[in-house]
C-alpha cells in the first residue's frame, strides 16, 4: 500500500510538472515580445549602460555584461576577451578623465535577430576634460550584442570606434 502511494505521488508529480511546462510553453509563445517590444527595451537597457558610463558608475555600467560570455574589441583593435580586461581599461579611463562635457548619440539603431538576441549599432558624439585639464573630442560609434538572460539584456560582445576629432573653439 505504501508503495502504491508513493508510486501515484511520484506520478501525479510527473503529470504536474509535464502540465506546468506545457502551459508554461504556450503562455511563452502567445506572449512572445513584438519587435517594437524588444527594440523599446534594449534600447532603455542601451541608454542606462550609457548613462552609466557618462556618470562614470562601474557598477552599474557593468551589471550590463555578462561576465562569463563576454568578447569584445576596443578602438585600437586589442580583442579584449574578459571582463577583467574591460574592467581595467574602465579604471583607467576613470584616472584620466576628469569630467564628461558630452556625452550624445545621434543615432541608435537595433535589429532583433531573435526574441533573446539583438544587434545594436550607435553612433556617438563624446567631449571630455582629462585630468589636466585638456579638452578631448571624439566621434564614432559603437556596435553590440545583446542577449536577453533571466530577464535581463546583457551585452556579450562589443567594439567601437571612437576617433579623435578637433575641438573646434568657440
Not at 517594437?36 to 534600447?43: A, C, M, Q, V
Not at 541608435?108 to 582629462?130: G, M, W, Y
Request: neutral net charge; glycine residues 4%.
Amino acid at each position: 500500500m505504501k508503495i502504491l502511494g508513493i508510486t501515484l505521488l511520484l506520478i501525479s508529480s510527473i503529470l504536474l510538472t509535464a502540465c506546468d511546462k506545457t502551459k508554461r510553453a504556450s503562455t511563452h509563445s502567445a506572449t512572445a515580445p513584438s519587435p517594437i517590444d524588444i527594440k523599446l527595451s534594449i534600447e532603455g537597457s542601451f541608454k542606462k549602460m550609457m548613462n552609466a558610463a557618462f556618470e562614470q558608475n562601474e557598477e552599474i555600467y557593468f551589471s550590463f555584461i555578462d561576465n562569463d560570455n563576454y568578447i569584445g574589441m576596443d578602438d585600437f583593435g586589442q580583442i579584449i576577451e574578459t571582463t577583467k580586461v574591460l574592467k581595467q581599461q574602465f579604471i583607467q579611463n576613470k584616472k584620466v578623465i576628469d569630467s564628461y562635457e558630452l556625452f550624445e548619440f545621434d543615432r541608435i539603431v537595433t535589429k532583433p535577430l531573435s526574441n533573446t538576441i539583438v544587434l545594436v549599432l550607435a553612433q556617438v558624439r563624446v567631449e571630455i576634460t582629462t585630468i589636466t585639464n585638456q579638452p578631448l573630442a571624439f566621434f564614432g560609434g559603437y556596435t553590440q550584442i545583446w542577449q536577453l538572460q533571466q530577464g535581463h539584456w546583457k551585452v556579450i560582445s562589443s567594439s567601437s570606434t571612437l576617433r579623435p576629432v578637433n575641438k573646434v573653439d568657440e
